[in-house]
């Protein structure tokens, strides 16, 4: 009696799950295709191609599915960028692994360069033009922003990488 009313329960929730969207657990809208059974995706979210050097920043998650899982790691672009030793972001992308909702792991990898940045111009640095004002009232000048989909990564003309939440930033200024 008791493992029959537990099936359909079990059965029941997981129909609902699917039914509401709750098995795309960490997928939000708009962030590629998503499998019910597998998912194995990688997902541009900026930058232009090449770069001699990858890092990547994971996140793991466990049983989701079944209402008790739990999840661990950071998909944090410069956190990728310092697993890679990159100090100049050319690209961003993430990569999507799921199943079954058992298993999932969603990774950033970012693509760049170690390399020194181009030396002084007669205007400063070639290329390093963009200002970044934040919230607090400090700002970035001569520098290069690139806009992710959670974060502003800056470099800086002296080939530093910040990165910024896009909540602490006021606004990004190209020119």
């Not at 795309?24 to 995706?41: D, E, K, R, V």
């Not at 050319?90 to 990569?95: M, N, T």
């Not at 940045?117 to 970035?140: C, E, H, Q, R």
């Amino acid at each position: 009696m008791f493992r029959k009313l537990f099936l359909s329960v079990l059965v029941l929730g997981l129909a609902f799950s699917l039914n509401t969207g709750c098995m795309n657990y960490g997928n939000s809208a708009g962030i590629g295709p998503y499998g019910l059974i597998f998912t194995s995706t990688k997902i541009g979210t900026g930058g232009t191609a090449g770069g001699s050097r990858e890092g990547r920043a994971c996140a793991t998650s466990l049983l989701v599915s079944i209402g008790y899982g739990f999840a661990f790691g950071t998909v944090d672009v410069g956190d990728a960028a310092r697993d890679g030793n990159i100090k100049v972001i050319k690209s961003v992308h993430r990569e999507i692994l799921d199943v079954l909702g058992l298993f999932g792991r969603h990774c950033t990898v970012v693509v760049g360069d170690d390399g020194q940045v181009p030396g002084p111009s007669s205007t400063g640095v070639s290329g390093f033009s963009d200002t970044v004002i934040l919230k607090n009232g400090a700002s970035y000048t001569n520098c290069k922003a690139a806009v992710t989909g959670d974060s502003v990564v800056v470099t800086t003309s002296d080939g530093k990488t910040i990165v910024l939440s896009k909540a602490d930033v006021q606004t990004v200024q190209k020119k």
